[in-house]
């Protein structure tokens, strides 16, 4: 199994470019469209896995692959270097760890919010604010729905989860009196 650190540098690499030349939002596209050929194509990964399929035939499906998408050209080569590296496997990893990079390099946090029945624009709008202010960062906020919290709301940033949900302080309740 390959090291994620070792995958970071190559999303890292590829943030600073994309910032550098400013194409940061056309590589996180890029990245998608791949990320779905992979998918909706399974093909694609298991060619690229198999050590019987030369370079030069992997290259060659990478290129037909970055014209017909319309890859950037700075993304295009990055996927050779990936083939050439043996590390085009790992490309979806990479574009999530590109997200994390890129966001880094301008500043940005992402922040997950579960509550458990979906925001109204404005409650979403307020929330986003009131993050931002007590982060002091600018955040970029993905709101999901999960019915198990019952009301409240959850919240990672990174690592750290504020978890204001009633079903975490259920848990609580129930461990607390457990105890007696």
Known sequence: MIRKSLLRRYARSLAEVAREV????AVRRDLR???????????????MRNPVVPQETKRTIVDDLSRRCGFQKYFAQFLRVLVEHHRIVHVNAIGELF???ADALSG????????ARALEPARCDRL?????????????????????????LRVQVGGTVFDGS???????????????
């Open 166 to 180: 009633v079903r975490s302080q259920l848990d609580r309740l129930k461990r607390r009196l457990a105890g007696f």
């Open 33 to 47: 469209v791949l990320q779905a050929v992979s998918e909706q194509v399974p093909e694609f990964l298991a060619a």
């Open 128 to 152: 986003a604010a009131d993050l931002r202010r007590i982060l002091d960062r600018n955040v970029a906020m993905e709101a999901t729905v999960d019915p198990a919290l019952i009301g409240g």
């Open 22 to 25: 400013s194409i940061t939002d």
């Open 99 to 101: 997200d994390e990079e």
């Open 108 to 115: 940005v946090v992402r922040a997950r919010v579960a509550t």
